[in-house]
């Protein structure tokens, strides 16, 4: 029987060697396989196989991804061609898709081989700008750029017109998103359940002024009007076109394009739930932390200190 191996996801810049070597450690005694991508060679031990990128979601089991929700993003459109179970590893500020935080990692690794977890479905949404080879499960946002005017465009569903916006940016989201892009500019919470799309203007100063909830079997098109400022067309935060002033953008929603590991659904969605009401706090992070008892407070320090050399 060929050997298990999982595919290491690992955020872009932050310092994630802690966790890796727990990972590598809990593979060496469990007889398991790793892999990165060739790129992330120098950031793990020798160990971990380095892959082409291509390679590493289509040669594996399941996925780690080490960071926040950004590389928990990553992870996802690495397989969305072949859907492998993703499991996030919380070494961010404020993730709402990340579930595991590094103390409880060895025992949810065990969960993970044992398949013993829920899998919660994603969908995502594919944009005619870049083919299928690039989709987004958070958003697709038409963005301003400062100084050359607004994001002027005509929403059409179906081949129907149901207006223009006129705005800083225009944010079309999957549940998933729904806590992203679009909250900031006014939309609603979806859960992760619903099979809807959102597009939210984000300060709209003329036409559509609120969200829009689309069925996911709609295709909705964006198509600039004359007079709109350069835009930058993004897809979960990656610039995929830059400064056009004509064009259309149209977008069509996938279901269950990507699968995440649940080791304990109630009190991820209990988690969740608490960052969303801090984010609606006006306090800066310090300040929260000073409202902690003093125990805690002490406890949240210690952990925080980089480990010893």
């Known amino acids: ?38 790129e992330d060679r120098h950031r793990v031990p020798a160990t971990v196989e380095p892959l082409p990128v291509a390679e590493v979601a289509a040669r594996s089991d399941a996925l780690i991804a080490i960071g926040g929700d950004g590389t928990m ?29 590094p103390p409880e990692l060895p025992t949810a690794l ?30 697709v946002a038409l963005i301003r750029q400062p100084g050359s005017g607004f ?33 900031a500019a006014g939309g ?15 300060a709209p100063m003329a ?19 004359d007079g709109s400022g350069p835009i930058a067309v ?10 056009s002033t004509q064009g259309s953008v149209q977008v069509r929603y996938r279901r269950d394009a990507g699968l995440v590991v649940r080791l304990d659904p109630r009190r991820y969605q209990e988690r969740n739930q608490l960052k969303l009401s801090l984010l609606d706090l006006p306090l800066l992070p310090d300040q929260l932390r000073e409202l902690l008892p003093e125990g805690l407070r ?6 925080e200190l980089p480990p010893p050399r």
């Open 1 to 38: 029987m060929d050997r298990s191996r999982l595919g290491l996801v690992l955020h872009p810049t932050r310092d994630v060697s802690e966790v890796v070597y727990t990972i590598v450690n809990w593979a060496g005694r469990h007889r398991i396989d790793l892999a990165v991508r060739a």
């Open 73 to 101: 993003l990553g992870a996802l459109r690495a397989a969305v061609h072949d859907p492998k179970p993703v499991l996030g590893v919380h070494v961010g500020k404020l993730g709402f898709l990340v579930e595991v935080e």
């Open 110 to 139: 065990d969960r993970l081989v044992a398949q013993d977890f829920t899998v919660e479905n994603h969908s995502c949404l594919v944009c005619d700008l870049c083919g299928d080879d690039l989709v987004a499960f958070n958003d």
């Open 151 to 183: 994001v002027d465009a005509s929403l059409a569903v179906d081949g129907q017109q149901y207006g223009y916006y006129r705005c800083d940016a225009l944010v079309v989201s999957t549940p998933t998103g729904s806590t992203a892009y679009s909250y």
């Open 188 to 202: 609603p919470l979806v859960s992760p359940a619903a099979d809807v799309v959102v597009v939210t203007p984000s």
């Open 207 to 225: 036409g559509i002024s609120r969200a829009v909830v689309l069925s996911p079997d709609e295709t909705i098109r964006l198509e600039l009007r």
């Open 234 to 243: 993004e897809m979960d935060g990656l610039v995929i076109r830059d400064a």
């Open 298 to 303: 002490d406890r949240l320090n210690r952990r």
